[in-house]
């Protein structure tokens, strides 16, 4: 199977990704994420409100294989969380980059916020073998 990896995101290297939209960033995890996962069964999100820091713990996802954590890749607060997910955790793996998204953050400064961010071409450096 192909993995897709859109241009207009930035990455982490432990698999989120981050999509900005003036002063609010969409987050979710990478496709290559939930492969490497398998079968999602649980997930945990921060509730509205909640203050996160980059690099902070804003969640979980467990597959019948692990658990892992979920990273913020910006710092701000919880605006949306994609509650549809939480009831069917599985959901994620039909449109990750789409309806799967996990959760809306509103930017605390929206000019410093991907710094520690990875393109698209150091993402794909990082998880494809070279050949």
Same mark, same amino acid.
């Given at each position: 199977?192909? %993995?897709?990896?859109?241009?207009?995101?930035?990455?982490?290297?432990?698999?989120?990704?981050?999509?900005?939209?003036?002063?609010?960033?969409?987050?979710?995890?990478? $496709?290559? $994420?939930?492969?490497?996962?398998?079968?999602?069964?649980?997930?945990?999100?921060?509730?509205?409100?909640?203050?996160?820091?980059?690099?902070?713990?804003?969640?979980?996802?467990?597959?019948?294989? $692990?658990?892992?954590?979920?990273?913020?890749?910006?710092?701000?607060?919880?605006?949306?969380?994609?509650?549809?997910?939480?009831?069917?955790?599985?959901?994620? $793996?039909?449109?990750?980059?789409?309806?799967?998204?996990?959760?809306?953050?509103?930017?605390?400064?929206?000019?410093?916020?991907?710094?520690?961010?990875?393109?698209?071409?150091?993402?794909?450096? %990082?998880?494809?073998?070279?050949?």
């Amino acid at each position: 199977m192909t %993995l897709e990896y859109p241009e207009d995101l930035r990455y982490l290297d432990s698999h989120e990704y981050v999509r900005l939209d003036g002063e609010i960033a969409t987050i979710g995890i990478t $496709a290559f $994420a939930i492969e490497e996962l398998g079968d999602i069964v649980f997930l945990e999100l921060p509730e509205l409100g909640d203050a996160i820091e980059v690099e902070d713990n804003i969640g979980t996802i467990e597959s019948v294989k $692990a658990v892992s954590e979920i990273y913020a890749p910006v710092a701000g607060t919880v605006i949306d969380r994609n509650d549809m997910l939480v009831e069917s955790p599985e959901a994620i $793996a039909d449109d990750p980059y789409g309806e799967g998204w996990l959760i809306k953050v509103r930017l605390d400064n929206p000019d410093d916020e991907l710094e520690n961010t990875l393109s698209v071409q150091e993402y794909r450096s %990082l998880i494809e073998p070279e050949e």
